[in-house]
């Protein structure tokens, strides 16, 4: 198939890539910008005074006012007002992530009442699709998979709820210094809230290596993981350069670093937390029902296992156990009664990742391997029998729940107050103890008041502590980074573009008086997420045209002072969402356990296992309409990310991923060009159209480009797409000829009376063109 057309509409040049050198600034410095070269983002921040600016009919709220007087200082002007059209489409995307409807379109533009923006701002706000959006950009941050990574990237089957827990969150407007504490310290705050409990999912989501097999050190590698999460995510700090030696370019000390983890030291994670009575959602149900249904089928064959391993459980446990490094070991064959913290952690942990499968190794070591000194002539024959009935347990794998669990995954301080040492590290080597260190936040942040850590009969206290820290009013960190990241989500770029650092290796802010509002107002509005998107949705700024303008390219080649507004590629999941949106594919279901769509065509693979490139297999989910959910509800695996979406820069779960990147590979085009489920898409776009617009060609590409683009094409489209249509109908009648060439019709026509073939399958393939261009693939 030809799949190639010409848009004539093309994106605008982009600010130019070679670096400038910073303009100086302007003799006439205003008290504003002189106050600004004395910025720290440790500060708390200073009393608003809005700048004096010329045009005052420009600004709507004090967010335009301090951009403003930027751009006046420059001696430009804002870009004018973007048309209604591409405005919805662009709060639309930015809020929901996907396409507004051309019925949604049509009433924004036709409504002149003055709150026509207000009212289309607080329906995206409203919808639970803004909890999609924004839970999505947390999980980024959170790095959120729903396996463990490592070689054997196990699955995680209670990490969802973790996920439904931040989409509730945002959809819900908790107070974000509330979402803060729950993810910290849950568990201690608010020892009876189950919700609270799944929030300490944001520090369970470390990758984790269950057969390590020095149970100390991956205590310090867990510690660390959290520290570095909480710095980068949190704080807007490179913590983590703190491990090894004291931070190169901010004042935190190797010592300091390993306070901070001290707050960690009593954490471990129980992922078979059960769920209270009562809590239990539709999803858990149907598991359950279904493990009660496998259950019963295979109690007899798995009564017989249970028996061959029961008969060397005993010294296959010993066995397994002794293979742990000596420092593990040393509190593995402790009496329990001589347990310090730091045994009750290394025990806890061993018993979380023990399984079945260490005593099926043990008689496999012993009963396969002859040459093995351990080798039992008794275990061959009981491995022989083991191995028999596991296949035919295989049989059975289909009566298994596909997808779900019956517990949860929550921190705990294990019953007890008093936590393992935390000691400096030389060059942050795990071997190389130096001296203890107690739980203290670096001075560089919270000066010389540090926060008091009050244990309890159950827990150390020293979460509880670092969490309202984290949130309190001495500390303007914490609101001032994500009010930099909830901007960067609109403007493409933090007011300090390196969203994750705020040190003196990080970039300047282009604007610390805006970043100040943001963050002050934020906190004022009572830690609202939803008052601080509101507020940058209906500003002026927001609503500027990105067209092109040579002055502020001359001015201000990187657009940092925001004369136009920036133009921004779609990540991954809005490209595929807003495509199965636009085909009227898109099922609207909120939450539930993570659904695994087609890799391949998406004909008759339900129930199958697909292979791809060698990775594990990808068994398809049974239930159709699980195809077409939304991508932040595809299962996310560690070693195996989604082949649709992993050529458009997805986030890297393996750490916090702040900012997605921008790449343009020849991989994106053939993934979308060459995927058959993409072109599957494309075929139900195909129907939609045909069903909403008849038959007229004219009609067809108008409600084609309204669907996609919020507009209508203009002359010299409508002539080249007619031409393509031309070209590709004597393509396909010459192909189809032969008898050997499947032709692609869209799908879901309703009325089939005149239905040409020929002329349906060029308009398939002419949607798939157009949905591939870069009107689509860019918000504007």
């Known amino acids: 198939m030809n799949k190639s057309v010409h848009i004539s509409v093309l994106l605008a040049l982009l600010a130019a890539n070679v670096a400038l050198a910073e303009t100086k600034p302007v003799a006439d410095v205003s008290a504003a910008t002189a106050a600004s070269k004395s910025w720290t983002p440790y500060q708390q921040p200073k009393t608003l005074v809005l700048p004096t600016v010329k045009q005052k009919a420009w600004v709507r709220s004090p967010i335009d006012a301090l951009v403003l007087s930027q751009i006046e200082a420059k001696g430009l002007k804002p870009s004018p007002e973007t048309d209604r059209a591409i405005f919805i489409r662009r709060a639309t995307l930015d809020a929901w992530g996907l396409l507004p409807t051309p019925e949604e379109i049509k009433v924004f533009v036709n409504d002149k009442s003055p709150n026509a923006h207000d009212a289309l701002v607080d329906r995206l706000l409203a919808s639970h699709h803004f909890g999609e959006r924004q839970a999505r950009r947390w999980l980024d941050i959170a790095r959120y998979a729903d396996s463990s990574g490592f070689q054997n990237d196990n699955t995680r089957a209670n990490n969802w709820r973790y996920r439904d827990y931040v989409i509730n969150a945002f959809n819900q407007d908790k107070p974000f210094s509330r979402f803060i504490q729950e993810q910290i310290a849950g568990d201690e705050l608010f020892p009876d809230n189950q919700e609270a409990k799944i929030a300490t999912g944001f520090l369970a989501g470390y990758p984790d290596n269950a057969n390590s097999r020095d149970l100390v050190q991956r205590k310090y590698q867990i510690a660390t993981d959290m520290t570095d999460l909480v710095g980068e995510s949190l704080l807007g700090s490179t913590i983590g350069c703190a491990r090894c030696h004291n931070h190169k370019s901010d004042r935190v000390s190797q010592k300091e670093y390993f306070q901070l983890q001290a707050y960690f030291a009593n954490t471990s994670f129980d992922e078979k937390a059960p769920l209270p009575k009562g809590s239990e959602t539709g999803w858990d149900q149907e598991y359950e029902k279904k493990q009660a249904a496998y259950n019963d089928a295979t109690k007899s064959i798995r009564d017989k296992q249970k028996a061959i391993l029961d008969s060397v459980r005993e010294v296959g446990r010993k066995y397994h156990n002794e293979r742990y490094l000596t420092d593990s070991r040393e509190s593995i064959f402790k009496p329990k009664d001589q347990w310090n913290a730091l045994d009750r952690w290394v025990n806890f942990r061993k018993e979380t990742v023990a399984s079945e499968q260490d005593i099926v190794s043990y008689l496999r070591e012993t009963g396969q391997e002859k040459e093995r000194t351990e080798y039992d002539p008794a275990n061959a024959d009981k491995l022989k029998e083991y191995q028999a009935l596991a296949n035919e347990l295989k049989k059975f794998d289909k009566l298994k729940p596909e997808r779900g669990s019956r517990w949860i995954t929550a921190a705990t301080e294990l019953g007890h107050a008093e936590a393992p040492p935390t000691f400096v590290r030389f060059g942050g080597i795990h071997e190389r103890p130096l001296d203890e260190v107690q739980p203290a936040i670096p001075a560089l942040w919270a000066g010389k008041v540090q926060p008091v850590v009050t244990a309890t009969a159950t827990s150390s206290g020293r979460r509880s502590a670092l969490a309202s820290w984290l949130t309190g009013d001495s500390n303007p960190l914490t609101a001032r980074v994500y009010a930099n990241r909830v901007w960067s989500q609109y403007f493409d770029k933090g007011v300090i573009s390196t969203v994750h650092d705020f040190g003196r290796a990080g970039a300047k802010p282009t604007n610390p008086e805006l970043l100040d509002y943001l963050a002050s107002s934020f906190v004022k509005n009572g830690w609202s997420v939803k008052k601080l998107h509101r507020e940058i949705l209906l500003s002026s700024v927001y609503r500027q045209s990105s067209n092109e303008r040579a002055d502020v390219i001359k001015a201000d080649p990187e657009n940092k002072l925001l004369a136009v507004y920036p133009r921004k590629r779609l990540e991954a999941e809005a490209i595929r969402d807003s495509l199965l949106y636009a085909s009227g594919l898109l099922v609207d279901k909120v939450g539930g356990p993570a659904v695994y769509p087609p890799i391949l065509k998406a004909s008759n693979d339900i129930g199958k296992s697909q292979d791809f490139n060698g990775n594990r297999a990808w068994t398809v989910s049974e239930d159709k309409s699980d195809w077409y959910r939304r991508s932040i509800y595809i299962f996310n695996r560690r070693s195996f990310p989604y082949p649709v979406t992993q050529n458009f820069d997805p986030a890297d779960p393996s750490k ?68 393509f249509l031309a070209n590709e109908q004597i393509v396909i009648k010459q192909k189809a000829a032969s008898g050997k060439f499947e032709v692609a019709i869209p799908q879901g026509l309703k009325d089939i009376k005149n239905f040409d073939p020929i002329k349906s399958a060029a308009f398939v393939d002419l949607v798939h063109t157009v949905a591939n261009s870069n009107d689509f693939a860019y918000r504007f």
């Open 656 to 723: 916090p991923h702040h900012k997605r990147d921008v790449t343009t590979t020849p991989l994106q085009a053939l993934t979308l060009f060459n995927s058959d489920v993409v072109f599957d898409w494309s075929q139900a776009l195909a129907g939609r159209v045909i069903n909403e617009a008849g038959n007229d060609q004219t009609a067809q590409i108008n409600k084609l480009y309204e669907i996609l683009f919020a507009r209508q094409p203009n002359k010299t489209e409508v002539a080249a797409l007619k031409e």
